[in-house]
């Protein structure tokens, strides 16, 4: 299979058409090898419009939601970023020149995605998903969904930094970003989506009696 045909036509057929332009970010999605994010035998699906499994449950992102959310945070080279249960988008935003960690809560993910993040100068650092990964952040991404508002994510962000994410709740999600400042955190509303939502943060299920 000819990834670098398909990446192209994934950017072409998924990313242009649906209003993301910014040419850096096109730049990064045309060069970051997508396919090597995934399993050998699912490498083919990379650039499919589906959501193919990484390992353990986390799934890469559509590109089409992962652009439009990458465009959203206006990220900007030499800025520090977190990208949270996202390697592909933590390489993209390396690509773009931001410094970036990239954390997951099960050390399976990083056995697949690991020599394509180590390639890209991403740091790998394993914790719960409840507990960000260091503070200060200027950009945080995530490629799965939460089940609300991320406060402690938020408390990661520097004044002036961006939280792009999709809240989900039902068979919909909403992408969101928050940009915290010095009065408080801002939220805006970007389109719809409907990754899956991270499991250790979903709330516990409740029985009335």
Same mark, same amino acid.
């Given at each position: 299979?000819?990834?670098?045909?398909?990446?192209?036509?994934?950017?072409?057929?998924?990313?242009?058409?649906?209003?993301?332009?910014?040419?850096?970010?096109?730049?990064?999605?045309?060069?970051?090898?997508?396919?090597?994010?995934?399993?050998?035998?699912?490498?083919?699906?990379?650039?499919?419009?589906?959501?193919?499994?990484?390992?353990?449950?986390? =799934?890469?992102?559509?590109?089409?939601?992962?652009?439009?959310?990458?465009?959203?945070?206006?990220?900007?080279?030499?800025? =520090?970023?977190?990208?949270?249960?996202?390697?592909?988008?933590?390489?993209?935003?390396?690509?773009?020149?931001?410094?970036?960690?990239?954390?997951?809560?099960?050390?399976?993910?990083?056995?697949?995605?690991?020599?394509?993040?180590?390639?890209?100068?991403?740091?790998?650092?394993?914790?719960?998903?409840?507990?960000?990964?260091?503070?200060?952040?200027?950009?945080?991404?995530?490629?799965?969904?939460?089940?609300?508002?991320?406060?402690?994510?938020?408390?990661?962000?520097?004044?002036?930094? =961006?939280?792009?994410?999709?809240?989900?709740?039902?068979?919909?999600?909403?992408?969101?970003?928050?940009?915290?400042?010095?009065?408080?955190?801002? =939220?805006?509303?970007?389109?719809?989506?409907?990754?899956?939502?991270?499991?250790?943060?979903?709330?516990?299920?409740?029985?009335?009696?």
């Amino acid at each position: 299979m000819d990834f670098t045909a398909a990446r192209k036509v994934m950017v072409d057929s998924q990313v242009r058409v649906n209003d993301v332009t910014d040419r850096a970010l096109q730049a990064a999605l045309l060069s970051v090898p997508r396919e090597r994010f995934l399993p050998a035998d699912r490498a083919f699906s990379a650039y499919a419009e589906v959501e193919p499994e990484i390992a353990a449950g986390r =799934r890469l992102m559509l590109a089409r939601d992962l652009s439009k959310l990458l465009m959203a945070v206006g990220a900007k080279p030499g800025e =520090r970023a977190l990208s949270i249960a996202g390697p592909y988008a933590a390489a993209t935003l390396a690509q773009m020149g931001l410094n970036v960690t990239a954390q997951e809560s099960d050390a399976a993910v990083f056995e697949v995605t690991g020599p394509a993040l180590a390639d890209a100068g991403v740091a790998a650092v394993v914790e719960p998903f409840s507990a960000p990964a260091g503070e200060g952040y200027d950009v945080i991404v995530s490629e799965a969904a939460v089940p609300g508002r991320p406060e402690a994510w938020l408390q990661a962000l520097s004044i002036g930094g =961006r939280l792009a994410v999709v809240e989900r709740t039902g068979p919909a999600g909403k992408a969101v970003l928050y940009v915290r400042g010095e009065q408080g955190v801002s =939220r805006r509303e970007l389109f719809d989506a409907a990754p899956p939502v991270l499991a250790e943060l979903a709330p516990e299920p409740t029985f009335a009696l």
